[in-house]
């Protein structure tokens, strides 16, 4: 494990996370995976396990501040290391923006941006001692143009987009990357839970792919830019979207 390099995957419990969890590992890191529910990640980390990649699970809470402190110092007294973080946990409720819930706002922003930056702060302290690092942000192509209802989460996922930049021009000196990935419409079990039959109809009007995208095609983008390869890739966002933000009238 001393030469292994170490990914912590936040919400790693389903969908995109548990996908970029396993992208991970059969590209040869050793995987930290965390997520509210202990049972599902336990679940995944022994199944990885069981198919000859290299796993533990933890609880963590990223909304927590003393459930990230709590993870990060098992992974620094463990390993010794932290060489990729994928900020991925979050979550999304579909409200008006006169009718957001204060509560809702708070909670967001505590989830969506505050963990991350927390995270992101841990992890980055462990890489300096390496002097190599990926942070990876999965932020939302909600936060990057508005959509109805989405108030509280497009807008923290914009200053996660914003946080993502401020991270790769201080961190770049010390041989860390940070950039993001938004993904598109993505059958999850999130999407599948929020999208009404007229979300999810809009959305094959405006994506040219005419579908929704597959939890793997994020992960496969997140390995990229965990890799050796993207080195000189920093403070991007990369829109994994079936065309969305390229899109404009579809049609004559």
């Not at 590992?25 to 202990?38: E, F, M, S």
């Not at 497009?154 to 914003?162: D, F, H, P, V």
């Not at 920093?234 to 579809?250: I, K």
Request: glycine letters at 10%; hydrophobic letters at 45%; aromatic letters at 6%.
């Amino acid at each position: 494990m001393k030469d292994k390099r170490v990914a912590l995957v936040t919400g790693a419990g389903a969908g995109i996370g548990a996908a970029i969890a396993e992208r991970l590992g059969q590209a040869g890191r050793h995987v930290v995976l965390t997520d509210l529910n202990q049972e599902s990640v336990s679940a995944l980390a022994a199944d990885m396990k069981d198919r000859g990649m290299s796993a533990d699970a933890l609880a963590m809470d990223v909304g927590d501040r003393a459930s990230i402190e709590t993870a990060f110092k098992w992974v620094s007294e463990t390993y010794g290391r932290c060489d990729i973080l994928v900020n991925n946990a979050g979550f999304a409720k579909i409200h008006s923006f006169v009718d957001c819930p204060d509560d809702y706002w708070q909670a967001s922003l505590n989830v969506n941006l505050t963990g991350a930056f927390r995270c992101g702060q841990h992890a980055a302290r462990l890489m300096l001692e390496q002097r190599w690092g990926r942070i990876i942000n999965i932020a939302s192509i909600s936060g990057m143009r508005a959509g109805a209802g989405r108030t509280a989460y497009g807008t923290t996922k914009a200053g996660l987009i914003g946080l993502t930049r401020q991270m790769a021009i201080e961190l770049a000196p010390h041989g860390i990357t940070a950039n993001a990935v938004a993904p598109g419409p993505i059958e999850t079990p999130q999407a599948q839970a929020v999208h009404t039959a007229a979300t999810r109809a809009a959305y094959n009007q405006l994506v040219p792919a005419q579908r929704y995208g597959q939890p793997d095609e994020i992960a496969a983008a997140v390995s990229f830019l965990a890799s050796d390869d993207a080195a000189y890739v920093n403070g991007h966002v990369v829109p994994v979207d079936g065309g969305f933000m390229a899109a404009g009238m579809l049609s004559v």
